[in-house]
């Protein structure tokens, strides 16, 4: 069993930064793959980026490229997500998930385990 819990979330205003962490607990090992998504009002859940434990197999959405990184601290068995240039339209609950494979996916039928979200507000 695995156990995620996110933080980090909060209101920030257009332009800014923040940086989510995913702290797993539980049988993590190094073959599980970790994925951020998220989930506006309304809208289906979406990925946003995904990385395989060990770091060498890295995904991001469209979206997000160039302006969100995905980085892990295997110690600490925890992920992060760091936003920067943070836009309205990135408004949502971002949650982790992890998925067994050595490979990263971003496809969320794949993950198995789901933490239970944390909200993001950027505002115009």
């Known amino acids: 069993q695995v156990q995620l819990v996110e933080s980090g979330g909060g209101l920030v205003q257009a332009g800014g930064s923040l940086r989510l962490s995913c702290a797993a607990s539980?049988?993590?090992?190094?073959?599980?793959?970790m994925g951020w998504f998220r989930q506006s009002p309304g809208m289906e859940r979406e990925f946003v980026a995904a990385?395989?434990?060990?770091?060498?197999?890295?995904y991001y959405a469209e979206p997000v490229k160039g302006r969100f990184t995905i980085s892990r601290d295997s110690a600490k068995n925890t992920v992060y997500l760091q936003m920067n240039s943070l836009k309205p339209e990135d408004t949502a609950v971002y949650y982790c998930?992890?998925?067994?494979?050595?490979?990263?996916?971003?496809?969320?039928?794949?993950?198995?385990?789901w933490g239970q979200g944390t909200q993001v507000t950027v505002s115009s």
């Open positions: 990385m395989s434990w060990s770091g060498g197999n890295v």
């Open positions: 998930a992890a998925k067994r494979g050595l490979y990263a996916s971003p496809e969320k039928n794949e993950y198995e385990y």
């Open positions: 539980g049988r993590i090992f190094s073959w599980y793959a």
